[in-house]
Every structure is written in structure tokens, then in C-alpha cells.
């Protein structure tokens, strides 16, 4: 559905250059006809943007913990109140509030997209009182969609899709956090060396993604290389721990890492990592987009045991699922071992196979629909 030129303001928590999610849903708005204004936050070292949509970043006195997320729905609040808008995106709960009140205070329709479950994030696991604050946020905006003010919403997996549905009777729309298919003539062939062979993880480096489980299951894996690509809480603490083992050398951290950065790197690995503990039903429920990232590069992945992640490599074969807690070291090292041996055996023609059905459907070329019908519909009633 082709737009006649409306505005959307679209808030966000983060400084807007890792998030892939919210660049391809901005580039499909804009593509669509659509004027999309991303608003985010200004950090000291924040990367200059170029992109096909405006982008604007407030520089926040707070980096942390309630006075950052209470200052930045103020700020959100007020800088929404005095720009043009047809539409205005929530991407998340800790921008919900301030969209919410814009929206009902100017009379304009709300989407919210809700990129995890967020009370259930890891971080707040152990937090109990922190915890009830989100979700008692939840349970007093979300039923009030459709409501009290006109909007609708759309979430990343069917799981979470349920859990709305169940908690809140609400309806959710299902755009999942996958790539762009690659363009018809780009060649993914890499000659990937024999040795060290590329175990790569990409995403937040924070508690329960076992980056310190890969770093003690290397010494098990001498013809191995993990590399890191990201940022987070823990970063520094298990950069730490790497250095101090000896075969550090073959450990590597990135560090955060821009979308074409991780493009190039990608396809050089010789198996993604997607494991996690169970610290929620946010991760349990989760299907972390790098696992679409890996799929379109060709990359056989190996997952922890969640409905999400099953689902994926069960129905197209592209890897293997583990529960993790089962797995020490020394097995978790032999399961690497494995699965790479599984894939330098089989066939060219079969693993082709398996990873082009794949990579048609977790493709955003399909998601993105979803997401233009639902802005098409709520900004046009």
C-alpha cells in the first residue's frame, strides 16, 4: 500500500546504529512512500548516520537505570508533541509511555513493536521490584491499544505473539528480525580457510548468551577460532577472562560492529552460535536475528533448544539444537566438532538446498508486508 507522504515518528532507546531491526523497518516505511523520522539517543561515541529516512538523537544526562529511561520518555514525550506526526511507533516498552501519552494527547494512532518480551529480559530476572514496575507499565497501556487510543501492534515471534494474546486478549501482528534476502547476482561463495575454523557469535555480549561457556570450550578445539562480534554489560569482564587463558590467541572480540561490517564478516564463519540459557521467557521465547543473518550467508548454525529456534532449524535443516545446561566444556567442544564435521560432509548440492528454501522465507522481503499493512490500515482509518 503506497502512502500519500505521512509522517512517522518512531522512538527507539538505543543510538541507533547497531539496530537492524528498526533500519530495514524505517527503509521499508520510506520505500513505501512514507516520511519516517527515527529518534534515538546521543552517545559520546555514537557513529555519524547516513540513511534514506531523517534520524535524530538526544544527548541524555543519564546512561543508566531509572533516571535514564524516566528522562528519556520525558524527552520522547515532548519532542513528539511538537513535530508533525501521522503516525507514532513505539519500538519497545521503554518507550511505550511516551508514545502512548503523545498519542492519545495529540489524537494520533499508535503502533507499538514490541522487539522482546521485555519485563522478562535477563537483566531483570533478579530484579523483582524493577520487574513489576515494566510490567505493571504493560498492564496498564497495552489493553488500552484500540482503546483508549487507536493503534495496533506487531511483535518479532509467534511465541511472544501468544503470550499478548493471552495476557492482554490482544492481537499482534508477527514481523520477525530477519534480513534482506541478498540481491539475485551477489556471489556468497567464501573460501573459508581449513584451519582456524570460524565459530562466530554476533549480538549483545550480556548474561545467559554463553560467550564464557565458548571461551572454556576452546581449549577443546585447537583447530578453532571464536570470534565475538558485539558489545555489552559483560564485554570487558570476558575479554578479560580470554586474555588470562592460553589459548587466548584464538579467541577474538569485535566489538560492536556496523550492519556492513557484519555482512562482510559473516560468511566467513564455518558455524554460527546461537546459544542461550534459560534466564526467561524473553530468551526462551526469542529467535535472535542473527540466526536469519546466518541463513542467508549460508552459515549451518547451532542453537539452544527454544519453540523458536526448534522450529527454524527442524524445518529446514540448517543446524543442530543443544540444551545447553546438559553440557560441559569438554562435551560442548565435542558437539562443535561434530556438527562442523556434519557440514564439510555433506554434499554441495544438499547443504545449497537446505539454506536456499531457508533464506526464502526468513526473509524480510516477506515480513515487511506485515508491517506496511498494519501502518497502512491504522493511519488510514
Not at 111 to 124: C, R
Amino acid at each position: 500500500m503506497k502512502s500519500t507522504g505521512k509522517h512517522i515518528l518512531m522512538a527507539v532507546s538505543n543510538d541507533l546504529v547497531t539496530d537492524q531491526r528498526v533500519d530495514r523497518s524505517c527503509r521499508a516505511l520510506t520505500e513505501a512512500g512514507y516520511r519516517v523520522t527515527l529518534v534515538g539517543r546521543q552517545l559520546d561515541d555514537t557513529t555519524p548516520l547516513e540513511r534514506p529516512y531523517r534520524t535524530r538523537r538526544l544527548r541524555l544526562l543519564f546512561r543508566r537505570k531509572v533516571w535514564f529511561y524516566a528522562e528519556l520518555n520525558i524527552r520522547l514525550f515532548f519532542w513528539m508533541m511538537t513535530h508533525k506526526a501521522d503516525l507514532i511507533y513505539a519500538n519497545d516498552t521503554d518507550t511505550l509511555a511516551a508514545c502512548y501519552l503523545a498519542a492519545r494527547l495529540r489524537r494520533k494512532p499508535l503502533l507499538f513493536d514490541a522487539h522482546e518480551l521485555f519485563p522478562e529480559v535477563p537483566e531483570l530476572v533478579d530484579r523483582p521490584r524493577v520487574r513489576r514496575v515494566w510490567q505493571r507499565l504493560e498492564d496498564r497501556l497495552l489493553p488500552r491499544i484500540g482503546k483508549r487510543v487507536r493503534g495496533t501492534a506487531v511483535t518479532v515471534t509467534q511465541s511472544i505473539a501468544d503470550h499478548y494474546s493471552q495476557r492482554y486478549g490482544m492481537e499482534m501482528g508477527v514481523v520477525r528480525n530477519v534480513p534482506d534476502r541478498p540481491e539475485p547476482h551477489e556471489d556468497k561463495s567464501v573460501v573459508k580457510p581449513a584451519s582456524p575454523k570460524m565459530l562466530l557469535y554476533q549480538g549483545a555480549v550480556n548474561a545467559g548468551r554463553c560467550v564464557d561457556r565458548l571461551i572454556d570450550a576452546m581449549v577443546f578445539l585447537p583447530d578453532c577460532q571464536l570470534v565475538v562480534a558485539g558489545d555489552g554489560d559483560l564485554r570487558q569482564e570476558l575479554e578479560g577472562r580470554a586474555a588470562a587463558v592460553a589459548w587466548h590467541e584464538r579467541i577474538v572480540f569485535k566489538g560492536r560492529m556496523t550492519p556492513g561490517q557484519l555482512h562482510e564478516l559473516t560468511p566467513q564463519a564455518s558455524l554460527g552460535l546461537v546459544l542461550m540459557e534459560n534466564l526467561g521467557l524473553n530468551y526462551y521465547y526469542s529467535l535472535p536475528n542473527r540466526v536469519g543473518d546466518f541463513v542467508q550467508a549460508g552459515v549451518p548454525v547451532l542453537a539452544s533448544d527454544f519453540p523458536e529456534l526448534r522450529r527454524v532449524v527442524d524445518a529446514y535443516r540448517v543446524g543442530r539444537i543443544v540444551d545447553v545446561d546438559e553440557l560441559d566444556s569438554a562435551s560442548l567442544a565435542e558437539v562443535v566438532r561434530q556438527t562442523l564435521q556434519q557440514w564439510e560432509e555433506m554434499p554441495v548440492a544438499e547443504r545449497s538446498n537446505r539454506f536456499a528454501h531457508a533464506a526464502e522465507d526468513l526473509s524480510w522481503d516477506n515480513d515487511k508486508k506485515v508491517l506496511l499493512q498494519r501502518v497502512g490500515t491504522i493511519i488510514c482509518e
